[in-house]
């Protein structure tokens, strides 16, 4: 049988973000079946589905979409999804889109969470070092963050950042 977001979306769709549990079952029911990592590839792209999607993604270790996930990240209402993507990217295949992960950076670093702020500032470091033209406004975003942010979880992100 192949997975088809059809199949995956009512259970994605409900998804209240705290339970991992739910999504361990749809990962433990349907990861074995043919076109699963595509099928919750489109639903990241689905603002109803894009936490619980990028979840199953980032849980799967499928990071050969994490580039891929930045634009849709970027449009997701949510936090969640931004924050699964970011997680992904310190082990992506490839280099995010520099405008993208710039926007998805924005967002993060603009957050009242302390953790999606933390890993924006992952993405920032990240973006040095992939993208030479912003290596400079990189650096002076997270020299910044280092002598302004408080919160534990940013201060120790912050100190793995290599720029």
């Known amino acids: 049988m192949s997975v088809t977001p ?6 994605l769709a409900g998804w209240d ?11 433990a029911q349907f990861s074995d079946e043919g076109g699963y990592q595509g099928a919750v590839f489109a639903l990241a792209q ?3 589905c894009a936490d ?12 050969t979409y994490a580039a891929a ?16 993507v970011l997680q992904m990217l310190p082990s992506a295949v490839e280099p995010a889109p520099a405008t993208q992960l710039l926007m998805l950076i924005e ?24 993208c030479a033209k912003e290596t400079g406004a990189m650096a002076a975003l997270l020299a910044h963050a280092r002598a302004t942010e408080t919160a534990g979880s940013i ?9």
């Open 107 to 130: 967002q993060a670093i603009s957050s009242d969470r302390p953790m999606l702020r933390a890993w924006g500032y992952t993405g920032a470091d990240l973006l040095a070092g992939w």
């Open 155 to 163: 201060r120790a992100r912050l100190k793995r950042c290599k720029h």
């Open 17 to 27: 973000g705290r339970y991992k549990a739910a999504l361990e079952d749809v990962h």
């Open 69 to 84: 996930l930045v634009a849709p990240a970027v449009a997701a209402p949510g936090w969640a999804a931004k924050l699964h």
């Open 6 to 11: 059809e199949v995956l979306r009512p259970r």
């Open 46 to 48: 689905d603002g109803d």
């Open 52 to 63: 619980a999607a990028t979840w199953l993604l980032k849980h799967a270790g499928a990071n």
